[in-house]
């Protein structure tokens, strides 16, 4: 049995690293965030200890550690921008650090870090659970063996995520561009993983859209063409969603041809602990996040192409 700790307790995310950490057998020894809404934890951990300030946090899990109670990781679900110092609290208190996407915000973090892990000798490891769902790794073992037979393949895909937020999102964190790197980083980073996993490098990151509720652009990988539409707005979600009462649309068409994969995402925190607690290689480290991270970045920084070539369909409608 591991002694874990998390950062960001109260967060959206956080119920799923808890129930990860117990279904692999493990124990939540302590818990921090600055708000205290965090009564899901007597689902999982009733006996861990909780913070909302981090100075004592950090003075508790000292204190564990010089009485023979040592953290051995420390699961971060903690606001994007923070990810990079909660990474460097956790290898320097001896744990390795489970941290959620987007990883850090900038490629340059990942260098420091590198020299952070060399330093302690403890792992970073990265939440990517797409990479873990059924029916992406199916598509991989698809292309590769169709790239096998044509090494030239270029596919043309569409990406379009819908995932309506209300007023609240602007006034969080999550609204704020230098804290969580805008919507591409906040809601699209595990997509641009997964394509470029599959398809390969970057040749080309171009964008059409970008408003604070709204991103979208052309990205060309080395064997695929991807025009993405990303938003938290629900008007832009289609009729025949919301006359189903969803508020979330997601569709990836590889060739024209949808890809299911809207179920199986329940366990994927819980495979992706049991790929990093097997050890010998497994998990997702700081290299397997770089590419990601170099996209979702380019995008923030990139200048508008007004051009209407490999445009998602959607981006016409807003203009």
């Known amino acids: 049995m591991k ?4 950062i960001g307790a109260a967060g959206y995310i956080a119920p799923r690293h808890m129930q990860a950490i117990k279904d692999t057998g493990n124990t939540l020894v302590a818990a921090l965030d600055k708000n205290d809404s965090v009564g899901i934890i007597d689902s999982h951990f009733p006996e861990a200890d909780f913070f909302v300030e981090f100075e004592r946090f950090d003075r508790h899990i000292d204190l564990l550690k010089r009485k023979g109670t040592q953290v051995e990781y420390v699961a971060i679900a903690s606001p994007n921008y923070l990810h990079d110092s909660h990474i460097r609290f956790a290898l320097r208190s001896g744990a390795h650090a489970i941290c959620e996407k987007p990883l850090v915000l900038n490629p340059w973090n990942i260098d420091a870090l590198e020299v952070v892990e060399q330093e302690t000798r403890k792992r970073i490891y990265t939440i990517l659970q797409l990479r873990l769902h059924p ?23 569409d990406l379009t995520y819908l995932t309506s937020r209300g007023n609240w999102y602007f006034t969080s964190w999550k609204g704020d561009e230098a804290k969580s790197g805008g919507i591409a980083s906040n809601i699209g980073v595990h997509f641009y993983d997964m394509l470029s996993w599959i398809f390969g490098g970057v040749k080309e990151n171009r964008v059409h859209l970008k408003q604070a509720d709204t991103n979208a652009g052309y990205l060309e990988l080395e064997h695929a063409r991807v025009r993405w539409f990303l938003s ?5 979600i289609p009729d025949d969603v919301k006359a189903n009462g969803q508020r979330t649309y997601r569709s990836i068409t590889v060739e024209g041809k949808e890809i299911e994969f809207s179920g199986g995402f329940t366990d994927l925190h819980t495979l992706s602990y049991q790929d990093i607690l097997r050890g010998g290689g497994g998990g997702f480290g700081l290299e397997d996040a770089r590419q990601s991270i170099e996209i979702v970045q380019g995008i923030r920084h990139a200048d508008i192409f007004t051009d209407s070539s490999n445009q998602h369909p959607f981006v016409s409608k807003l203009r």
């Open 3 to 6: 002694n874990f700790a998390l």
């Open 232 to 236: 938290i707005n629900y008007d832009y």
């Open 135 to 157: 029916s992406i790794i199916a598509l991989k073992k698809r292309v590769e063996q169709e790239l096998t037979t044509d090494p030239t393949k270029i596919y043309d895909i």
